[in-house]
């Protein structure tokens, strides 16, 4: 094992000097990555005046768009068992048989179920809109949440019950009743699918949908309600596996040499990709009326790469993709738990599980990416950092 | 001039208590690529009448004197189908379909024949013929080309949850209380069968409306002994994308104006 002698180094966005990029970029070139110009003075504040949101939420804004045409917006589809906490009813199920379980879940409709890993998730994604919804009144641009579930409709009453009951502002469904969910993902332009179980998202994943499986932390550290912070890692997921590829057959040192040689050529891009470019052009809109600092949106790009080496090709990949990520945080093979940690992200992508249940362990919401060549490696836990 | 003739190759069911359906034979034959030949091509609604006939099948397995069945009834709506009488006998028998009476009827009469045979459902591609019938009284729904790659395995039958009409709102017009008692028919029949494996699938689709339309449609058709299998709500989402992912046979609606949209 090699031992790297940096710490781990937090990397600003604007402290990184000017790169070189390849001519075979694969992304928009943008200029450097110093501090943007200044704002434009005049769009400082609200061009628009906020519509008032009265009452317990507002079921209807008045002229603006309230229910988005999902290819316009950035459609979050989660499954039931991930949104809520549902493992007594799953025992059921798998102990007693599904007519059982039906039978259970409509004894039990009036219970509300309680929040699941992605429940903290979702409710910033709702932030977000309250937001984008006061500055672009008028916008399809927002998320949208869809709820898909392999379940029969018997479940929905309950489902929707446990929906009022926690004030969420979902009004799409999707069930199922046991017929595969993934024709029905991209009919809804999904941009994202989390759900418990993995082969569902390996399906997604094949259909070229962004999708991850998610799991109940022991513990759940508290998340911003106001924030979204969305953490990713950087190779398999919102990179190709290409590197780790290398890393896995030829070892640390072989994995170097190939970065360094392939530094300016690009790398190619991960299922997580273009997930992170739909967060980008939100966060956008933010800084369009100069609320850059105050931004509900941030994100992180949590790596066990080095920043002085094999980091740098990842950080111009993500420049010649037009993509801006607020923080990059290389850890050289540090373990990423106690950095989630203290980041406190919503959600966190990995696509190895060795890292997810590290980060799990901390009270990180952490989500699998089952992608890559990493896939193949999921009984050894190796503690060999890049 | 209406007539009936009974297919004497296909036992007759208890009028009485089964589930008349008729279709129309523009939309069971093809005559588009007509070539005056004995028997018609097949037509959009074939893997229809297959599904329909599998579901009978599937209740006589359970009960061998099942009585709630599907009785399927062709008719013609036009004066030039009315005069193919054998064309239509023979191309029935040709392919074996479970076709217990024929009605030809032309344009004008259509509807009356709907009435003069108890039809509960009429199906049709013609938006025209089931605005008519719907209007006298007989519950339609249009079928359409996608149709044609429905399975013919499984029933799967729509409902509009945006149309399902609460109990406590004004009393039906006598034309929809038609909606009701068939959801409430394919309510019974779907009970016959377990979760999985049913040869019906009734799906519960809410296209403008949001959860709570949905929350109260599958309660309205709960209390009426109709169990959902599957549920869709759109809130407003465009329908094409997920109605073709859905593969319904027809869509169940209580209010008129779904013909319309």
Known sequence: MVKMSLDPVQVMSGQVKELKVAPSSNGESRGSWEAKEEFDQDHLGLTTKPKPVTGRRARKVEGGVFFPKPENAVTVAVSSRVLFRTEREQKVFE????????????????????????????????????????????SEEL???????????????????????????????????????????????????????????????????????????????????????VAFDG????????????????????FFEHERDNEDILLDHGPLKGFLEALGKLQKKFYAKGQRLDCPIRTYLV?????????????????????????????????????????????????????VEGAAEMGTVAAHVPYGIAQKYTKQKTSVGK | MVSTIQNTDVKQKDADLAVVVAVTTRAVFESADDDGGDVYGV??????????HKVNERLLEESPAESLLFDVILITTDDEQQQQCSRITGSTRHYGLEVSRFCFSSQEDFTESLLKNNVQLFLTTDRNEALRASQNGVLSALLDQQLASCP??????????????????????????????????????????GIFNSPLSIVLVTLHGGRESCGDALRTLRSRGVSVDEAHCLAGAPRGPILSVLRSHFLLCDVVSCLEE
């Open chain 1, 143 to 229: 998320f949208d949440i869809v709820l898909v579930t392999y379940n029969h409709a018997h479940v929905g009453i309950r489902l929707i019950n446990t929906i009022n009951h926690h004030n969420l502002f979902i009004e799409r469904f999707c069930m199922t009743g046991g017929s595969s969910p993934i024709g029905y993902l991209k009919a809804w332009h999904t941009n994202l699918y989390l759900s418990a179980d993995a082969d569902k998202v390996r399906e997604a994943l094949a259909e070229g949908i962004a999708a991850a499986t998610m799991f109940m932390p022991e513990k759940l550290t508290e998340v911003s309600e106001t924030q979204l912070r």
């Open chain 1, 303 to 355: 790596t066990a790469r080095s920043a002085a080496s094999s980091g740098i090709r990842a950080l111009k990949t993500l420049r010649a993709w037009g993509l801006e990520i607020d923080e990059a945080l290389f850890l050289a093979g540090a373990p990423k738990g106690p950095m989630l940690e203290k980041i406190r992200p919503h959600i966190y992508f990995d696509d190895q599980m060795f890292h």
């Open chain 2, 43 to 52: 037509g959009v609604a074939f893997p229809l009448l297959q599904a329909l």
């Open chain 1, 235 to 254: 190779d398999a997921v919102l990179f190709s596996d290409e590197s780790e590829r290398i890393f896995k057959a030829h070892g640390l040192d072989k």
């Open chain 2, 152 to 193: 013919s395995e499984q029933l799967r039958v729509m409902i509009s949850g945006d149309a399902v009409l609460r109990p406590d709102t004004d009393p039906v017009p006598a034309g929809q209380k038609g909606a009701q008692s068939f959801s409430t028919q394919l309510g019974q029949m779907r009970q016959k069968f």
């Open chain 1, 95 to 138: 102990q007693k048989g599904v007519e059982e379980y039906l039978r259970y879940q409509i004894e039990h409709e009036t219970e509300p179920f309680a929040p699941g890993p992605a429940f903290p998730f979702v409710k910033a994604l709702e932030a977000v809109n309250t937001r984008l919804r006061e500055l672009y009144p008028q």
